[in-house]
């Protein structure tokens, strides 16, 4: 974790130049270009392997979901032996093709705009979702597969967004033999796609993929709450359909546990797999904080021992409880400009973490004022520093301030006000 002192005071400049830069990655160098935009921040937190330090709430709740998916009743299906493989090592590292392409994304697409991912240069980039790995995993021939890891999206700062978060998903195939001997009808499709199925895929094939879907992850979420009343939402996905949400009544409130849903043919064939089967996918961080009672996503990156040594992998999650060991109060400071036509809110973000680091609870726009006479837009932003560890002191907090206040006016081009 760095230290709030100025010697430690970093953030990536996008104005270098291009033609000797070069990041380094687990190992690698990756050259610069106009689409680069990983911090120094951002570079620090690739390797940390949160999933695997023992006793991580993170490395629980992904323990628990693997060891769940290994029961027989869902390994042993239609009378063939399908074991499910856990990937939970893998590079972050993935190509654009990868991350958007590969599961049919299209080119327009909001999620691929540079103020959302983190692209190490126009081929590269961290990747946004673990399901960057799944045509990878199918072409390699698995039908039953989870694939967990750390995976990164520029974000608004508060208490439940930080730019490195862990997916986990899973991914389970049905062949259209097998998928036909078991409804006892053609799997083929026929006819335009519908709110129920496919084009490629038969309503009796649809019909018989989400029933294993829904009753699949109905159970998983009872193993991981409880019995609890569930909900499935209609959503759209770019690489499943039919898609859904699914929801369950959790302390009185409605909560998102995942998405999942039927997956794309042209993802499967293009894999070489006349196949179809469905797809789920998952926050851990959101999981662990509900299950956990754990308040601040910050903590999951914490070297203070107190957080881990009160956890352990010999108890469901359900049955531990956060205790709360930081009680030191914010400090708030404000932070006012005139915007251009390019500011973008997660820049702001971005250089703000990328001065103070986790010292920064939040930040939060409070104002917005158009100018009568000359038209021009000024936002204010609160900024809310609190040590999860410690108390802040005025003094480092001014100089983090400054710090911010000369980074935002030189890298993003506002006026200061």
Known sequence: KRSAQMMSLRVFRPQRSFATAALMLEGRS????????????????????????P??????????IATFFQQEKHVHVNNKHTPYKLFDDLSPVVTVQQNFDSVLVPKDHVSRSKNDNYYINSEYMLRAHTSAHQVQFLKAGHDAFLVAGDVYRRDEIDRSHYPVFHQMEGVRMFSFDEVASATGASAVGEGEQTAQRQAEHSLAAAEYVSTHLKTTLSDLATHLFGPCERRWVDTTFPFTHPSWELEVMYRGA???????????????????????GWAFGLGLERLA???????????????????????????????????AYSKY?????????????SFAPNDLAEVVRGVAGDLVEELT??????HPKT????????????AMDRNLTNEEINV???????????????TLR
């Open 30 to 53: 990756f050259p610069l270009d106009n689409m680069s935009n990983v911090s120094k921040d951002i570079q620090a937190k690739v390797g940390r392997k949160l999933l695997h330090t």
């Open 55 to 64: 006793n991580h709430p993170l490395r629980i709740i992904k323990n628990e």
């Open 254 to 276: 409605w909560l998102e546990v995942l998405g999942c849903g039927v997956v794309r043919d042209p993802i499967a064939r293009a894999c070489g797999r006349p196949a179809l």
């Open 289 to 323: 904080m509900v299950l956990f009672g754990i308040p601040d996503i910050r903590l999951f990156w914490s070297d203070d021992p107190r957080f881990v040594r009160q956890f352990t992998e010999a108890r469901p999650a359900k049955q531990q409880q956060f205790q």
């Open 329 to 341: 109060p914010p400090c708030l400071k404000d932070l006012s400009f005139w915007v251009n036509d």
């Open 365 to 370: 726009q409070v104002d917005v004022f158009v």
């Open 375 to 386: 038209g021009r837009t000024s936002r204010s932003f609160r900024i809310a520093f609190r």
């Open 400 to 414: 983090l301030q400054a710090a911010i206040r000369e980074r935002v006016a030189a890298d993003l081009g506002v």
